[in-house]
């Protein structure tokens, strides 16, 4: 992406439930750019799944626009294979196949990209064993520990080598040892692909491993800071660019 042109647009978006009732989101508006990451806090409530959620394509807004290079998200004609060629997920329950192993699941992304099967292997193979899991890619996801298996949950979400790696509470159901080794070898791996990264966290270690940080309070951008400089340089200017 060029400067001036982010990767990432939210332009004064708002989703609202209960007919305007519930503010989830509030004219939010942030723009980012790519080898960005993000830590987007705020209190629970406060809309951060919610903005995900929209820049995931998962959800719509009631007002206002996003654009990921420069595609409006409302036009976009096929949600489900815009998604599998630009996005990765990362959710605090890592939603493995049960039945699959953890070399199928990750995978399975490439499936939809018409990645051939032999490649496709290759390529989980390598990307388990770059997350410390080549010992388990065989396994049912029942079968190993909870921070393998969100490791592997971090393989399957950049296996597609996505512009955007979306991560809602990714080590939320962790402990802090476990935790922190996903987030290291997931900021690790989204960085040397150069993807843009937003993580949701109630966690200040992991906020603070990411180049900047986005708080949100009842559905409103209070505020942004680089998570690497003093509290006291609070700024208010939002744009990356
Ligand atoms: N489907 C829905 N219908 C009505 N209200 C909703 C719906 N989804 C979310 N909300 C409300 O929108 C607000 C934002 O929710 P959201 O899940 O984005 O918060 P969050 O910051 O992710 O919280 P947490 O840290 O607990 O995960 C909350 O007040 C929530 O109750
Ligand atoms: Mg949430």
New binding site residues.
Partial sequence: MSEGHPLLVVDAVSRF??NGS?R?LDQVSLRANAGETIALT?A????????LSLIGLLDQPTAGCLRIGGQDLAAVARPSAFRARTLGFVFQFHHMVPTMTLLENVAAPMIALSVARAERLDRARAMLAAMDLGHRAGFLPSRVSGGERQRAAVARALINRPAVLLAD?PTGNLDSRNGERVIDLLLAHARSQGALVLV?T?NPDIAGACDRRIE?RD?RLVAARPARTTPALLCANLDAS
């Fill in positions: 439930y209960e519930v989830a705020g629970s409530g406060c809309g951060k799944s919610t903005l509470e949701a109630h949100l559905g």
